[in-house]
């Protein structure tokens, strides 16, 4: 769907006043050279929005459909576009294959092209079996004993890589379900010298200035354990494959209470963070909206993120991939993708108000009242204005959700689309 603008400069205009003086006072608190240096950052800042995630997902337990949601990937790429039209800040979509097949590349690229969409990762699946498939992935795909069976997920790989290459994607997000639910059932050492053999075979093939992403998780679909199970299994596949191998990080993979933001700036020390699964979690893989349950991890994980990057002179908005990954169940999928979207910049902008050097000096001193007075004095920033500000400047919406529900976009969807219409995807 395009927005016009002019419905969105008349909703700017209604709520411009109480803005200026939201903005004034960061303005007057942090100062206008620290607020335009956080506006301009927030400005070339962008979020990958998960194909897999633009319909009603659901659980074991049931899915409740939500109406007008995308039933093709063209449809997809028109609500990546309308969230993109309303935040400037999702310009781009992360496929999933085959959920996402593009049929014909060209069409599909000038479609997007029409949104400023550009295609992020390309993520293989080796964790369903496809119904004209030679060998089931029950017991694996990559790890699987049957060298015929890891040869099918390897080709896989291999195909994803081209789908990927026709849309101008330049990374490759491998997660495997790969692992053990029973104690005996695997050799973890075979297990991991299968799916690394594997792995080396996709990587030979990655074409020049492409990335592959190894994705781990502690538990889920497989109970006793993973074969990518956590960081450090992550980052010896990563070591192991070189040096455009890299982990990546999905906040709702870890076991409980562990700590993400110190992981995270190992992870970068080494070189080998490659990006992000933004979402939050208060038990398992819950894939909630990003900032619902721990906003202050978030926040905490963009302040390593931000001394690790300058520690490292790399560019902020570039050098990572910026994803997100949720499932919806009882939220309307474009209404959670947008607070996800607005939490990560807040989170984002909270950190780049953390005075570094004021920590570090701290931390040298082991003032450790100082250090938490320093994060904490950030964090109890509303920066929502800033935020806006940026969205603003690129010519996007004051308040994104304001303007869908007003405009009664998912209505307009389902009359469009029809109610019982279903994306592919969780
Ligand atoms: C696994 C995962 C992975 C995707 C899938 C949709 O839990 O996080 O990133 O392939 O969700
Ligand atoms: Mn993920």
């Known amino acids: 769907m395009y927005l016009n603008q002019s419905d969105i400069n008349k909703h700017n205009l209604q709520y411009i006043d109480q803005h200026t003086v939201g903005l004034g006072m960061l303005n007057w608190k942090w100062g206008a050279k620290k607020c335009e240096e956080v506006i301009e950052l927030l400005q070339n800042f962008q979020v990958a929005i998960p194909s897999w995630a633009l319909g009603a997902g659901g659980t074991r337990f049931g899915r409740f459909g939500i109406g007008g949601e995308p039933a093709s990937l063209e449809d997809k790429i028109s609500d990546v576009g309308l969230l993109h039209q309303l935040n400037k800040a999702s310009g781009v979509i992360s496929l999933h294959i085959p959920w996402d097949i593009p049929d014909d590349p060209d069409a599909i690229k000038k479609l997007a092209a029409s949104y400023q969409i550009k295609f992020d990762a390309v993520n293989s699946n080796t964790f369903q079996d496809q119904k004209d498939q030679a060998y089931s992935y029950r017991f694996g795909s990559l790890q699987h004993t049957d060298k015929r069976v890891r040869q099918q997920a390897i080709q896989h790989n291999k195909d994803v890589i081209q789908y990927g290459e026709a849309l101008g994607s330049q990374s490759l997000t491998v997660w495997l379900a790969d692992g053990s639910s029973f104690p ?113 991890q978030l926040f905490l994980i963009f302040t390593q993120l931000i001394e690790g990057l300058n520690a490292k002179r790399m560019n902020h908005a570039k050098d990572l991939g910026w994803m997100i990954d949720a499932s919806h169940n009882i939220k309307d999928p474009l209404e ?64 994104p959700l304001q303007f869908y529900r007003s405009h009664s976009i998912r209505q307009k969807l389902t009359e469009r689309r029809g109610y019982f219409t279903k994306a592919t995807g969780l």
């Open 336 to 399: 959670d993708l947008l607070q996800s979207v607005e939490a990560i910049m807040i989170a984002y902008a909270q950190a780049l108000l953390v005075d570094q050097d004021e920590l570090k000096k701290a931390q040298l001193n082991n003032d450790v009242v100082t250090c938490q007075e320093i994060l904490q004095n950030a964090y109890r920033t509303d920066v929502r204005h800033l935020v806006a500000e940026a969205r603003v400047k690129n010519g996007g919406v004051l308040l």
């Open 184 to 296: 005996g059932q695997l050799n973890f050492r075979t297990a991991f010298q299968n799916t690394l053999e594997s792995m080396h075979e996709i990587y030979a093939i990655l074409p020049a200035k492409w990335k592959m992403f190894v994705e781990y998780k502690a538990f889920e679909p497989n109970f006793y354990s993973m074969t990518v199970g956590d960081w450090g299994q992550s980052l010896l596949y990563a070591q192991k494959l070189g040096n455009n191998a890299y982990t990546l990080v999905d906040l709702g993979h870890h076991l409980p209470n562990a700590n993400i933001e110190q992981i995270v700036s190992l992870l970068l020390m080494e070189g080998k963070l490659g990006g992000f699964h933004f979402n939050d979690s208060k038990y398992g893989d819950d894939d909630l909206t990003v900032g619902c349950i721990n906003p202050y």
